[in-house]
């Protein structure tokens, strides 16, 4: 793979007007300001990111994630993008230093495909068919389309969110440029290879969108011909999965002490682990300054962030050539240098251990678990028995993008799936109370 060819401002959708746009250097900027503006990603204010939505605390949603992680993702690819061109000067003509741009929309758009209540809505969501009611479609659906199902994943459903044309949309969804949405799939190869970790990158309805993306970007194919597709990693992929991984990390700490979840004390000490002596020193001076221990554990927050990017920066460089031909393994975090990396997998390891099982955590998993799981049992009844009166009901609630009259039982499936995993988790909650005629209307 090689940079002039990877990065591209054309845009899925609208290629038969890519050459009449001159002003290249703003396209992806352009992809920015599209995701910022849109429905979709508003919604993630309303979303889960690790906690329940509380109501005294602040602390993350989706949306505060996606705008941290696109500044983290900014400073990653700015300082790339400058150690790399002292690395490639006859590069300074191309588009490598719109990468820092390229990474931050990418980093915006990276969640938007997440369904409520986190996490656990992807696995509702996949278990329904695999071990719920949902077990009896099997036999409808191609063994293809079956994998899509039963391994129903967030990042796939985003790259749909942003390409497909639902009703009444114009051709190529968001319409960003071919190089932004090549940078959000984190696992570039179809649900057949899923395995256990329930990880692929698209469905099999947009198998051949990527396909184009790839092609016209020069991304490595890793499979052969008749064999369920594998592409390598478009390269700034690493930087998008950094960027998350080093917001998520350390603002659940954060998140976590102003729970009292973890003390002050243990706080201040996974922080510190970050640094050097020295710096650990004048950290401590500034941090002597201000009385507020919120104050002083965000500035060792900040800090430790700042850490970990410049170690992903240098990593990422020195490892170009095997990222570049697609041999590359395993997310940058885990090959930074061992100092830091170790105190990266201290809090990773307290945040298992003391944050993702704490008891909130847990019951908005469970909650979570059984709307979704309701949800999508009686939509997909609905879609199936449309002249049922009940499923009427249901079907007249929903927006005419969402094509429920499908002319296949998959596509008719997939419209659900799109419905739900667009709802916030209030308007899910909502629902669900409704149907079960816990909350009715006032009339």
Known sequence: MNWSQLISNKRFGLEALHEIRKEDRTEFQRDYDRLIFSSPFRRLQNKTQVFPLPGSIFVHNRLTHSLEVSCVGRSLGNDAARLLLQKHPELSDSHLLEIGAIVSAACLAH??????????????????????????????????????????????????????????????????????????????????????????????????????????????RLSEEGEPVRYARHPLVYLVEAADDICYQMMDIEDAHKLKILTSQETK????????????????????????????????????????????????????????????????????????????????????????????????ELAGYQVITTLVDLMIEAVRYPHKAYSQLLINRVSHQYDMQAPTLYGKIQAVLDYISGMTDVYALDLYRKINGNSLPAV
């Open 269 to 364: 000490e996974l922080y510190s682990h970050f640094f050097t002596e020295e710096r650990l020193k004048r950290i401590h001076k500034i941090c002597q300054l201000v009385t507020d221990t919120n104050e002083q554990i965000a500035y060792l927050r900040s800090s430790a962030i700042g850490v970990l990017t410049k170690a992903c920066v240098e990593t990422f460089v020195e490892h170009e050539e095997e990222i570049l031909s697609g041999t590359f393994q395993g997310p940058l975090i885990k090959q930074i240098a061992p100092p830091v990396r170790d105190a990266y997998k201290k809090c990773s390891e307290t945040a298992f251990a003391k944050i993702y099982c704490a008891k909130d955590v847990l019951d908005i």
């Open 111 to 220: 969640d938007m495909g997440n369904p409520p209540f986190g996490h656990s809505g992807e696995k509702a969501i996949g278990t329904y068919f695999s071990e719920g009611k949902g077990l009896a479609l099997k036999p409808l659906v191609a063994p293809a389309e079956w994998e899509d199902l039963t391994h129903f994943e967030g990042n796939a459903n985003a790259f749909r969110l942003l390409t497909h044309q639902f009703r009444g949309r114009r051709p190529g969804g968001f319409v960003l440029t071919y190089s932004t949405l090549a940078s959000i799939v984190k696992y570039p190869f179809s649900s057949q290879l899923a395995g256990n970790k329930q990880k692929f990158g698209f469905f099999l309805s947009e198998q051949e969108d990527y396909e184009r993306i790839a092609n016209e970007l020069g991304i490595t």
